[in-house]
């Protein structure tokens, strides 16, 4: 029998630059939710495929920042960063033509650490001026002794190959991890929580989204369809009138949305039970977090 390869591949960069894009692209399948706003991935969570030559186990992880005066911030932090041990390759996401002081803070903390990098410049396809993409890479080139660096277009598919040649290079021969049906190590119940918040975050203003979070309380099989009863929690009942919007269009319209994804993603119909209630401070309230799923053990 032919030797497969397997092992752990973690997409790392600062918020917002396209890892969750770059991993349901990988894969050929979204699990993991995306937006236009940072800090949208606030857990770990897996993107397997498998082939016939073996599997590739990717992480995807909250964007790594600087800010770390709340609590919901600490623990995106931790949550990317306890997801560099033990893997094989770490593929880390810049954007194109750009540099920023999250940019260093991160390259100095994975230097450190003996994994190869491969640097995705991703975003590609933005770039208007093509002529400033070489000095570019050359830039970035001198900054560390990176395994390989390749500029992609994540949305677009764009190279997206040949970051997975360069992956495969350095997966050790190993049996295969998961099943090879597995695609994620997530739930149905986490994957359509997330759901729902993407369709939120897609519909509010710049600051609510970190105010945000969903939890399902009730997720069953019922005769003909899948019932899920969910409550967005939020931080003040200003906040609440924002989500619920006027005549409780916003919230019908992200419930829309969102069942419409569900109903794919669990190929059954799906009743779903939207209900937005206040909980003071949640986001820098350690218990809370807790309660609310974002607790240390798994991030
Ligand atoms: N033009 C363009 N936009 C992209 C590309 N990849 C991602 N985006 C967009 O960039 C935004 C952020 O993408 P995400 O995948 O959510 O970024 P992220 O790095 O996972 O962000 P966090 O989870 O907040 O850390 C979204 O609006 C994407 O559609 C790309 O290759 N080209
Ligand atoms: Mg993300």
Redesign the pocket.
């Known amino acids: 029998m032919q030797q497969q390869y397997c092992g752990y591949v973690s997409i790392i ?1 600062r ?7 770059l991993l349901n692209h990988l894969l050929g399948q979204k699990i993991s939710i ?3 706003k ?4 606030r857990h770990r969570l897996l993107g397997i495929k498998t082939e016939k030559e073996g599997q590739i186990i990717y992480v995807d992880t ?2 790594l920042h600087q800010n770390q005066h709340n609590a919901m911030n600490r623990y995106l932090n931790r949550a990317a960063l306890s997801s560099i041990e033990g893997m094989n390759v770490i593929l880390w ?1 810049l954007e194109a033509l750009k540099w920023t002081d999250e940019d260093a803070y991160i390259l100095n903390i994975i230097e450190k650490i003996n994994i190869p990098i491969i640097v995705v410049i ?2 590609v ?2 770039i208007t001026a093509k002529n400033e993409l070489l000095p570019y890479l050359q830039e970035i080139s001198k900054k560390y002794h990176f395994t390989d660096i390749i500029p992609a ?4 598919g764009h190279n997206l190959v040949a970051i997975e040649n360069k992956i495969k290079q350095f997966l050790p021969i190993s049996p295969l991890l998961f099943p090879e049906e597995y695609i994620t190590d997530r739930s149905e119940r986490f994957l359509c929580a997330e759901l729902i918040r993407e369709k939120l975050i897609n519909r509010l203003g710049a600051e609510l989204p970190y105010r945000i979070t969903v939890q399902i309380e009730y997720f069953k099989t019922e005769e003909k369809l899948i019932h899920i009863s969910a409550i967005i929690w939020v931080e003040r009942s200003s906040q609440k009138a924002i989500v619920i919007g006027k005549q409780g269009r916003n919230l019908k319209e992200a419930g829309k949305a969102a069942r419409e994804e569900m109903e794919v993603l669990l190929e059954n119909k799906v009743f779903l039970q939207l209900w937005v209630k206040v909980k003071q401070g949640w986001s820098d309230d350690e218990r809370a977090l807790q309660q609310l799923g974002y607790g240390d053990i798994d991030v």
Do not use: H, I
């Open positions: 960069g918020p917002n630059v396209g890892k969750s894009t995306t937006s236009r940072p800090q949208t991935t909250p964007g996401v991703n975003k396809d933005k277009s994540a949305l677009q």
